[in-house]
């Protein structure tokens, strides 16, 4: 029956009933003789005919399935095809860099309709967009309040026509100012002709300056200040940290490549066969919440459950950064996250690790982790008692290492489903965008100001911070739109988020002081 597919239903037909006429059997009836050769018949005609049936069934199906196939080969194609590659046009060494003149200054992005995924909604972070910008909605942003802002900016940022223009003011530290306006510029390249012109100040140190009660008390208008963190006392305006194109001082790459090996780093130990402790490496020297931290590793007198190592970055960038490469650091069931001098960059690698983060409490946030929740994708460590909360975090999640995993999971995959590349880029597009609708004045190009592009950035650089660069940069136009903005919060679920995330934080503390009656 095997090879019965080239048969048609008449040819089949034809050849049951040519059957070779059987002689009369001695004792036997004509008749008995003609039922047994009606019904053989009948029945072998039933069951090639249902064979046929489901060959011809899944012959269609196949070819359905081939045909799909072969539609979305087509249609990836077309893609291609469609997808323009922007190239660097690098002019030899000697050469002062120019930007080019033909830059596309639009392009068509697929509509919601061309493709499900085209618009997704952005991720719940995206809403703090709406609360870092409120305080400016009642007046908008005058020419002035900017100016205001420049007192502590290392650089003013202007687009005007889709082309960027900075106005130096002072050096940042190490080249972060350099890789956040090459972050920029490559938003314009992924979304050419859709950002507006604005003009905004920005800061490339630790820590926000913006004192809102100062101005509360002045009846003055804040001025608005871009910079890569905030607190509850300021009203800076949070933005993505350079490190997301590479940080050439350390050698941590760029994010979309670290976020691979991140994914690998987590497979190659499981969490079940990591080292039971809680692991934390860096510089203690820079402020005292991290000097007291130490206090914590283990020593003759008692083991707080820590794994803590002093990071020399001298040493390290002696040896070529070997035992820097955070993918490698990923062998620990608990990782510690605590803040430097201000935010510190750590946070995003700590938390793609599916180790249990057990965060410090922090002061400052970044653009992302306002949205994490306490026993969701952390462990909340109490600072003034850290040391009996790391020892408590790390004997519960031990005797509950399902749960402690799950934590650990949920913040990794957070981290690469919910903070790759296209969701920075698209977080830097609607910031921009809903800062530009606020201003009341025509951005116009400071004298002082230089036009910057891909190619004065990264033609004549050199080492680590060129192929940084090469290896983030953006090669084409995105074929679709960024994700649709979530609306603002609402004032009563705004509140509640807050009493929530205070409510769970408190509830750890009364098990930690139980925990610890226990052991008295």
């Known amino acids: 029956m095997k090879n019965i597919d080239w048969l048609s239903r008449e040819t089949l037909g034809a050849k049951l009933w040519r059957l070779p006429v059987l002689k009369k059997a001695p004792g036997i009836s004509t008749t008995i003789v003609y039922i047994f050769i009606f019904v053989t018949a009948a029945f072998l005609y039933s069951v090639i005919n249902h064979s046929v049936d489901n060959v011809i069934t899944v012959s269609k199906e196949n070819k359905r399935i081939t045909q799909t196939d072969e539609l979305k080969k087509i249609q990836e194609k077309v893609k291609i095809k469609e997808r323009i590659e922007i190239p660097l046009y690098c002019s030899s060494k000697n050469v002062t860099q120019m930007c080019p003149s033909n830059y596309p200054k639009a392009f068509r992005t697929k509509e919601p309709s061309d493709d499900s995924s085209a618009s997704s909604t952005c991720p719940e972070y995206f809403r703090w967009i709406h609360e870092d910008l409120k305080l400016f909605k009642a007046t908008g942003i005058t020419r002035n309040m900017v100016n205001k802002a420049k007192m502590t900016a290392h650089f003013r940022l202007v687009i005007v026509q889709g082309k960027v223009y900075i106005e130096k003011f002072r050096k940042s530290i190490q080249t972060r100012d350099v890789f956040t306006i090459w972050g920029i510029l490559q938003l314009l390249r992924r979304y050419p002709g859709r950002l507006p012109d604005l003009e905004l100040m920005f800061d490339t140190d630790d820590k926000p300056v913006v004192k809102s009660h100062l101005y509360r008390r002045l009846n003055a208008p804040t001025p608005p200040l871009f910079r890569y963190c905030g607190d509850q006392w300021t ?51 820079v402020v005292d919440n991290r000097k007291d931290l130490l206090k914590c590793n283990v020593s003759q007198e008692h083991d707080w459950n820590a794994r803590l190592f002093v990071q020399d970055w001298i040493r390290e960038g002696q040896q070529g950064f070997q035992q820097s490469n955070v993918a490698n ?191 008295s």
């Open 329 to 519: 650091q990923c062998t620990y069931k608990y990782k510690i996250y605590i803040e430097g001098y201000a935010w510190s960059v750590s946070e995003k690698y700590i938390f793609a690790c599916d180790s249990v983060t057990l965060l410090v409490k922090p002061d400052y946030y970044d653009f992302f982790v306002r949205s994490l929740m306490p026993l969701e994708h952390y462990w909340p460590i109490n600072k003034d008692d850290k040391c009996r909360s790391i020892e408590h975090a790390v004997e519960w999640g031990n005797l509950n290492a399902e749960k402690a995993h799950e934590i650990g999971k949920a913040a990794s995959t957070f981290i690469q489903d919910e903070l790759k590349m296209d969701y920075v880029y698209d977080y830097m597009f609607h910031l921009l965008n809903e800062y530009a609708k606020l201003l009341r004045f025509e951005p116009k190009i400071p004298e002082k100001a230089v036009e910057f592009c891909s190619e004065t950035m990264a033609c004549n650089a050199e080492g680590t911070e060129k192929k940084f660069k090469m290896d983030s940069l953006v090669k084409s136009p995105s074929l679709e739109s960024p994700c649709t903005m979530p609306s603002p919060y609402n004032p009563k679920v705004f509140g509640n988020l807050a009493r929530q995330k205070a409510g769970v934080v408190k509830q750890v503390e009364m098990w930690k002081n139980s925990y610890w009656s226990s052991v």
């Open 235 to 285: 009203s800076d305006i949070v933005f993505p940290d350079w490190s997301f194109w590479g940080w050439a001082e350390i050698n941590i790459k760029p994010w979309e490549i670290v976020l691979k090996e991140m994914k690998e780093g987590n497979s190659k130990v499981k969490w079940m066969e990591r080292e039971p402790y809680a692991y934390w490496k860096g510089n203690p020297f």
